[in-house]
C-alpha cells in the first residue's frame, strides 16, 4: 500500500526522484504515469496499472463512459522506468496537464501515488 505524502523538487529536463519510502512499495524498475483526476498526475506500478486497465476494458467501448475511461487512462499514459535512486523523467504532455512547477508535492493514494504542483496540492487540500 502506498500511502505518505512528500515534498520533491522538479529538476532541470523535468527530472525528479520517486520518494524511498514510495519506491520500496514499487516492485521492479517500471512506473505507469498517466493523467490522473483534479489535475494531478498518477502513478502505478505496472503490473498494478495492468490489472485496473483490465477492469476498465470490460466496459463497453460501445458507451460514453467505456469511452471517456479509455481517453483519460491510455491517451497520455507513458510507461517509463527510474533509475537506482528512483529518479526518472517526467513526460512533457503529463507535466503540462498537471502544471507542474518546481515544487511538487507527491503523495501516496493506496494502490498508487500522485504528483501534485505544490500550490494546487495546497488549494486541494483546503477543500477536503
Known sequence: ????????????????????????QV????????KGFEGCIFGFQKSVWEEIAKQELLKPVSTEEGRRIRRQMFAAAEIIAFDEQGRYVLPKTLKEYAHLTRDVVIIGAG????IWDKTRWQEYVKTL
Open 1 to 24: 500500500m502506498i500511502v505518505g505524502d512528500f515534498t520533491a523538487t522538479l529538476g532541470d529536463q523535468s527530472r525528479i526522484a520517486l520518494p524511498k519510502k514510495i519506491r520500496e
Open 27 to 34: 516492485l521492479g524498475t517500471e512506473l505507469v504515469l498517466a
Open 111 to 114: 494502490d498508487h501515488f500522485e
